[in-house]
């Protein structure tokens, strides 16, 4: 071939800091999934965070589903809001607008979800909540109901909230870490 016939290569469109933070939580959701184990989670972060191009990410969670699971799936209306705390603290306070799903994702660190303020959206409001190797605590407002469910959740809610009253219901897993809903912070 001469130099006139070779085919251009075009250099891989390089991967960004948000890039990198949205392959962080689909990797964090696929393990609470069931998809990933811990070691897969921890070799695949690893990989994230040295990833320089697209087609590097892309490597990382080819074998994963791009779209919502079945569980997901059965749910309608807006995805929701996330919050991510990748090996440090997240807190959210004060007066703010909660949606109906409310996702936290905590790696190794810590968070506040501080309910207290805040304006539900719905008659029930859903948290999702995965703390790996971490501690994120749940403050509601007095006269709410709590539900949990999930693997290391502890709930502790004092008096009875009235018939009708809001719900939050808080769907988690913890693995060596732990998730608490109350209605009262913690004394230091």
Known sequence: MSVEQQPLTVPALRASDRDRDEMLVRLHDAF????LTEAELDERIDLTLAARTHTELGAVAADLPTGPGPADARCAGPAGRFQVAYKNSVTRAGRWRLP?????VVYKGTA???LRSAELEGPVTVL???AYKSTVEIIVPPGVRVETDGMGISAEVH???????P??????YAYKGTIEAKDRLRRS
């Open 100 to 104: 109906e799903r409310f996702t936290t």
């Open 167 to 172: 719900v939050v219901h808080v769907r988690g």
């Open 159 to 165: 008096g009875v909230p009235p018939a009708g009253a």
């Open 32 to 35: 609470a999934e069931g998809r």
């Open 112 to 114: 506040l979800l501080d």
């Open 128 to 130: 999702r909540v995965l």
